[in-house]
């Protein structure tokens, strides 16, 4: 295959793009590509974090009709879009493909719940929570300490917020 | 020059202050990750939608609504000419992929340049938040003070067990990416820098060149940052960032000292032979000329080159971009003439300062 640039030399770099489902291919030789990619340092080459996480991804073989294809009701991904892609279309499709993403996740990240922080309208009374819990284990630090004072003061503000999430 | 304030200067205003080890890291940097409840990723997002959520963080920002943030700056990247998008990927305010694929994308920069929200990237908001130096701990408190700003205006898209949701499962949870910016000449010359690496990458965080993911590593600049965004919170996330960092800069200057302890006389004549070449060539390219400032740079950091300080070559490093020394000259130049130009660039400004 001829680099589709120069026209001139062989084609050693091969790109597929996906753009909102719309397919584009790129066949090019390294000194084209290098001439591109001075345009804008860091686009134009190296291998990206989504095509190594769709490496990651369990891939049922070819969707046969047999089983039903999994579809994100609100965005319209399916399964093996998100594997061509490694992104998610929305939200709920953290929803629709949970099942599958978690044996991922295991792989790519650190833990499989998130513990930092949250914000304060979205997260309502996960915060609070969050908050009882670690004013409970101040608390505990408190009474090991031997410091009554403090420990006094944490169960007040502790049964407040409790009263306050109901 | 343009219309716009980012374009007038090689060298950001936050970046002219200094920061501390800045003989090592050059910047500290924290990307949050956020997206809109109920709205479509911009992945998957129909034009008239992205087109909406760039209208309403436009609008926030012109409102007045995030104060907090000082006087703003709300560019649509449609507005801007090739040259403006490419000077602010330089200037490490945009990423390459808004510059080149995003649909109705948008930036909000603040007067300073130390906080740049990009709009309709790969999420909805990547909020960037840089400070000069070895800074990441300060830099995630008040840049989480900035996510704030935007939640008071803002529902985000979150889950109780997965955190923040975004269209990478690579972010998901913290949204975090803290990196520093350094400069490791020492530990390539002495071949210690693979080792290092590796180790680095065995604890949890990831190595990238200058210019983020997929770029090379050029002038020994390298970018180390959190692999990992969930499972963590975001202090212990910062903290894991913060201490290895330390061990890199203890490391780095225990391979300078030993450098200029046992081979005093060949990294001088390294460091004065690239100063030479840098005062007086009359082509250079891109390649050569970050090599040439690495060696500048450790050179001023030995104190064997009084006439050249860190601020400069923060400068030049912005400056020879070809983005930068096209919009400087006003229009497009082929790769020779930008040798030329950059040669000529650089050759002045270290002529004024020595």
Redesign the interface.
């Known amino acids: 295959m001829i680099c589709q640039e120069c026209g001139k030399r062989p084609a050693t770099l091969h790109f597929t793009k996906i753009v909102n489902g719309e397919k584009s291919e790129l066949h090019i030789c390294e000194a084209c590509a290098r001439e591109r990619g001075e345009i804008i340092p860091g686009t134009g080459g190296g291998f990206s974090i989504h095509n190594l996480l769709s490496g990651l991804l369990d891939f049922e073989p070819a969707e046969t009709g047999i089983k039903p294809v999994l579809r994100c009701e609100t965005c319209g991904m399916t399964y093996s879009q998100f594997g061509k892609i490694g992104r998610f279309g929305c939200a709920d499709c953290y929803r629709t493909f949970a099942d599958r993403l978690e044996p991922m996740l295991k792989r790519v990240q650190g833990g499989k719940v998130h513990v930092g922080k949250v914000p304060r309208r979205a997260g309502g009374k996960m915060r609070t929570k969050r908050e009882i819990e670690r004013l409970r284990r101040e608390l505990q630090l408190s009474v090991e300490r031997e410091d009554f004072e403090t420990a006094a003061r944490l169960r007040d503000r502790i049964r407040e917020l409790e009263r306050e999430i109901g | 020059m343009g219309k716009h304030a980012f374009t007038r200067q090689a060298l950001s205003p936050w970046m002219k202050e200094g920061g501390p080890e800045s003989d090592v890291v050059l910047s500290s940097r924290i990307r949050l990750a956020r997206?809109l409840?109920?709205?479509?990723?911009p992945?998957?997002a129909t034009p008239a939608q992205s087109a909406e959520v760039l209208d309403q963080l436009m609008d926030l920002a012109e409102s007045g609504r995030l104060g907090g943030m000082g006087p703003l700056e709300a560019i649509r990247v449609d507005d801007l000419t090739d040259l403006e998008?490419?000077v602010l990927?330089?200037k490490h305010l945009i990423?390459?992929?808004l510059?080149?694929?995003s649909r109705s994308a948008g930036v909000i920069l603040s007067n300073r340049e130390n906080i740049s929200v990009m709009i309709n990237e790969?999420d909805h908001l990547r909020i960037q938040c840089l400070s000069p130096g070895f800074q990441v701990r300060e830099t995630w408190d008040w840049a989480?003070k900035i996510?704030?700003l935007f939640?008071?205006n803002l529902?985000?898209?979150?889950?109780?067990?997965?955190?923040?949701?975004t269209?990478?499962?690579?972010n998901?949870?913290?949204g975090?990416r803290a990196s520093v910016m350094m400069h490791l000449p020492a530990l390539v010359i002495t071949g210690q820098i693979n080792r290092i690496l590796s180790a680095v990458t065995q604890v949890?965080l990831a190595v990238r060149g200058?210019?983020?993911?997929?770029?090379e590593a050029t002038g020994n600049l390298f970018q180390v940052s959190n692999q990992?965004?969930?499972?963590?919170?975001?202090t212990e996330?910062i903290d894991n960032l913060y201490r290895v960092t330390r061990q890199i800069i203890d490391q780095e200057r225990e391979a300078r000292r030993r450098l200029l302890a046992e081979s005093r006389l060949r990294i001088a004549d390294r460091v004065r032979r690239s100063y030479g070449i840098l005062r007086y060539a009359e082509i250079i390219d891109?390649k050569e000329s970050a090599q040439r400032l690495s060696d500048l740079r450790l050179g001023v950091s030995l104190g064997l080159v009084p006439e050249v300080n860190e601020q400069m070559l923060n400068e030049l490093l912005v400056s020879t971009?070809?983005?930068f020394l096209q919009h400087t000259h006003g229009g497009a130049l082929s790769?020779e003439q930008r040798d030329a130009k950059r040669a000529e660039l650089i050759r002045r400004r270290l002529a004024d300062a020595g």
């Open positions: 997206n409840r109920n709205r479509p990723f992945l998957r998008k490419m990927v330089e990423s390459p992929a510059a080149n694929e790969e989480s996510d704030d939640e008071e529902e985000y898209a979150f889950d109780e067990k997965l955190g923040y949701l269209s990478c499962p690579t998901v949870g913290t975090l949890g200058l210019y983020g993911e997929g770029s990992t965004t969930l499972g963590q919170s975001e996330i891109s971009q070809p983005g790769p």
